[in-house]
C-alpha cells in the first residue's frame, strides 16, 4: 500500500532536542537566557508545517484548499554557524524565516530555541526569544522607515526592551552600533534616502544587533545590492558573526554567496528541504537531482570548462504548492523519476548505498535513488 503524503520525520541524525521542563514564565525565560556552548545545538525545528487557506465566497467563505508553503521542514541551528538556506523562488525559504521569528503561525510541528517550544510561548518568555532572535530583511529600501532618522530606527529596540540600554545611554549605543557596521556615528540624524543600498543594509545589520541577539535571520540580505556592494556585507556579517559568536541562518539564491558564508546548507524545493550538509558535501557531492540541477545551472567565468560540462535542463513547470504532486514532490520534472517515487514519500536520510561509509556523499538526501553526478563546482 502507498504511504500517505504526510510530513514525514527528517534528518534522523540530528541530536534529540532536550526539552527543558519550564513550569513558569519566570523559569521559561530564565531557559532562554543561559548561554549554549559553542557548537550545541541552539535552535532545533521539528516537522514544521505552514499551510495558507484558500478560501471561497464574500459574506460566507469556506475553505476550499490550503498553500502548503512550508511542509515538514526540520534541521538544527548549532551555536557559531551558518545555516544556508537555497532554492528557487516560491518553495518556501522565507515562510521559513517568518516561523521561525514567531511573525507567522505554524500549523503544526515544533521550533525549539534552548529546549523551549517558542510556537508554544507568550508574554515575557516571546518577548525574550524575539530579544535574542533578531532578523535582516532583503529590501534595504523598504524596510527602514522613511520618516525615521538613523538614530531613532536603530535605537527603537530600546524602547521595547529598555532593559538592553537605559534610556540616557541609548545614542552613545547607537553610535557605536553604527561605527561598528562602518558607519559615521555622526550620521544618527540623517534619513534613509540619504544612504545608499549599502549604507542602508547596514542600518538594518546594525538595528539587528542592536539588542545583542544570539541568532540572525538573514533573509536575502544581498539580493537587491550591487555585487561589489554585496561582497562589503558578507564580509561585514563574518567579521560581526567572529566579533559576536552570532549564529546565521542566510537564505539566498545566490549559491556562490551561500557556499562562502555557510558552515552547512539547506536545499529546499516546494515546502521540503530535499539535501542537508556541510558546503563540500552540497557543493562537491550532491546526490539529489534537484540539488545537481541546480548547480549546473550556475554561470562559470572559464570557458573550457563551459564548453565540457553537462547543462541539466529540467523539464515541465513548477507544480503548485496548492496541489503537490503526491511521493516525492520533484518527481514530476526528475530524469529518474520511477512508479516508487510517486507512491512514497522520500525520507530526508543519509542514502542507502552511502550508509556506514565516511565519503562525502554520506549525508541526509531525500531522493529514492539518491547517487553522486559531476556537477561544475561553485567557487
Known amino acids: 500500500m502507498a504511504e500517505t503524503d504526510e510530513p514525514q520525520d527528517a534528518t534522523p541524525n540530528v541530536s534529540d532536542v532536550e526539552v527543558v521542563d519550564a513550569h513558569s514564565e519566570a523559569e521559561a525565560v530564565a531557559a532562554i537566557d543561559a548561554p549554549v556552548e559553542r557548537g550545541e545545538p541552539i535552535l532545533q525545528v521539528r516537522n514544521l508545517v505552514k499551510h495558507f487557506p484558500l478560501t471561497q465566497g464574500i459574506l460566507f467563505k469556506r475553505q476550499i484548499g490550503a498553500v502548503k508553503a512550508v511542509d515538514g521542514v526540520s534541521f538544527d541551528l548549532y551555536q557559531g554557524e551558518t545555516l544556508g538556506i537555497v532554492g528557487e523562488s516560491g518553495c518556501g525559504k522565507s515562510t521559513v524565516a517568518k516561523l521561525l521569528m514567531n511573525l507567522e503561525r505554524a500549523t503544526a510541528g515544533e521550533i525549539f530555541y534552548k529546549g523551549q517550544d517558542i510556537t508554544r510561548l507568550s508574554g515575557r518568555a516571546l518577548k525574550a526569544v524575539r530579544r535574542n532572535i533578531q532578523m535582516v530583511f532583503q529590501d534595504p529600501y523598504t524596510s ?220 541526509e538526501s531525500a531522493c529514492h535513488f539518491a547517487e553522486e553526478k559531476d556537477v561544475v563546482h561553485v567557487a
Not at 228 to 252: G, H, P
Not at 255 to 261: E, F, K
Not at 291 to 315: F, M
Open 144 to 363: 527602514l522607515n522613511p520618516r525615521m532618522t538613523v538614530g531613532d530606527i536603530i535605537g527603537e529596540p530600546f524602547d521595547i526592551h529598555p532593559e538592553v540600554a537605559p534610556k540616557g545611554d541609548r545614542r552613545r549605543k547607537v553610535q557605536e552600533l553604527l561605527d561598528v557596521v562602518g558607519l559615521n556615528p555622526e550620521y544618527i540624524n540623517r534619513y534613509p534616502h540619504q544612504f545608499s543600498g549599502g549604507q542602508r543594509q547596514r542600518i538594518g545589520i546594525a538595528r539587528g544587533l542592536a539588542l545583542n541577539p544570539e541568532i540572525i535571520i538573514c533573509d536575502e540580505p544581498v539580493s537587491a545590492l550591487d555585487v561589489s556592494v554585496q561582497a562589503q556585507v558578507i564580509n561585514l556579517m563574518e567579521r560581526l558573526q567572529d566579533e559576536f559568536n552570532l549564529s546565521y541562518i542566510f537564505i539566498a539564491h545566490d549559491l556562490s554567496i551561500v557556499r562562502h558564508i555557510s558552515d552547512r546548507v539547506g536545499v529546499m524545493y516546494l515546502g521540503r528541504i530535499a539535501e542537508i550538509g556541510s558546503d563540500e558535501q552540497i557543493y562537491d557531492h550532491p546526490t539529489h537531482p534537484y540539488t545537481q540541477a541546480l548547480l549546473s545551472a550556475v554561470p562559470v567565468p572559464d570557458p573550457e570548462a563551459r564548453e565540457h560540462r553537462e547543462r541539466i535542463i529540467l523539464t515541465g513547470d513548477v507544480p503548485s504548492p496548492a496541489n503537490p504532486p503526491s511521493g516525492c514532490r520533484f518527481r514530476t520534472r526528475c530524469w529518474k523519476a520511477q512508479d516508487k517515487c510517486a507512491e512514497e514519500v522520500p525520507l530526508l536520510a543519509i542514502p542507502e548505498s552511502f550508509k556506514g561509509s565516511d565519503t562525502p556523499a554520506a549525508h
